[in-house]
């Protein structure tokens, strides 16, 4: 298996490097931008479930365009961080550069928690009560828990920067961004996507906790 790996480890760095962006950017993105309903009332952030349950096939699309690509980024990328080498990161790409790659790699590791319980606390609970899942008033349950909500809010955080960050790291990977002026520009580009995921992410903490519609929930 070790073989294998090493044999192919172009061809899987460039099979990790793309799954960052698809299925997993993109879902990020679109998932910040859904949720972000929660910040307009309930019944806009209820819309989400109740369109998602009448997609034919849905369970086809979940498991074979979302979390086997994204297994497949979070297992290659522990295996990245945990035996990749910091040599030459540190001599193409200076101080910061250097910084970031490290930051890529512990953000990753503790993404690889994070998701995965989200995904049971949000994803499974949804499949055991079905047409019943009240999104509202689960996340509602959910963050106004103060703890919790440090921790979400800590975890787009993390997500927002891993993929701003590592859009950059793709453009340079694939040779889009060879020189110093267009590196610029993708970071920019990155760190503005992340940006807006990061701003999606907090508005919808914002719905389910500070709004004037979280007050009449429970919590
Ligand atoms: C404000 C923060 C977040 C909230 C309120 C939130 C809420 C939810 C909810 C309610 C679900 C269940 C959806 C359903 O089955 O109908 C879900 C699923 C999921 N979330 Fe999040 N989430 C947040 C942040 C994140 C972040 C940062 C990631 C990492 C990229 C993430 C990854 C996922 C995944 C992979 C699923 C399962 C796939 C899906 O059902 O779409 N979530 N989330
Ligand atoms: C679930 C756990 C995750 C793990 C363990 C993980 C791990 C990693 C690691 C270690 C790297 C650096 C690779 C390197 O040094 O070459 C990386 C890069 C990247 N990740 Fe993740 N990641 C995770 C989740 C995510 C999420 C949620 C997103 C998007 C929102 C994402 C998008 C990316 C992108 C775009 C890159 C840059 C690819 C490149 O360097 O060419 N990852 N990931």
New binding site residues.
């Given amino acids: 298996m070790k073989a294998l790996m090493e044999k192919n480890y172009f061809l899987i ?1 460039r099979l ?6 698809i299925p ?2 993109a ?2 993105l679109m998932h910040m931008f859904l949720n972000s309903r929660a910040a307009q009332s309930p019944e806009q952030y209820q819309w989400v479930p109740d369109t998602l349950d009448q997609v034919p096939y849905l369970w086809a699309i979940e498991i074979g365009g979302l979390f086997l690509p ?1 297994l497949a ?6 295996w ?2 945990v035996t ?1 080498d910091y040599g030459g ?1 540190s001599k193409v790409k200076g101080f910061a550069g250097n910084i970031g ?1 490290i930051i ?2 512990v ?3 503790i ?2 928690v ?3 319980y989200h995904v049971i606390q949000t994803w499974w609970v949804h499949k055991q009560v079905g047409h019943d899942f009240d999104i509202y008033a689960h996340m509602n349950g959910i963050v106004t828990e103060p703890v919790w909500l440090v921790a979400y809010a800590l975890f787009v955080l993390m ?2 920067w ?2 701003g ?3 950059y ?2 453009m ?3 040779g889009f961004a060879s020189s110093r002026g267009s590196q610029k520009i993708s970071l920019a580009v990155g760190l503005g996507l992340g940006m807006l ?1 990061l701003i999606m992410g907090w508005a919808s903490l914002w719905g389910l906790v500070f709004s004037e519609w979280a007050k009449t929930y429970g919590g």
């Fill in positions: 760095r990790h490097s793309i799954l960052g962006i997993f950017g879902f990020f994204m980024h979070a297992v290659l990328g522990v990245i961080a990749g990161p790659y890529q790699r953000t990753g590791i993404l690889f994070a998701v995965t997500a927002a891993h993929f960050f590592g859009i790291n793709f340079y990977r694939w995921g």
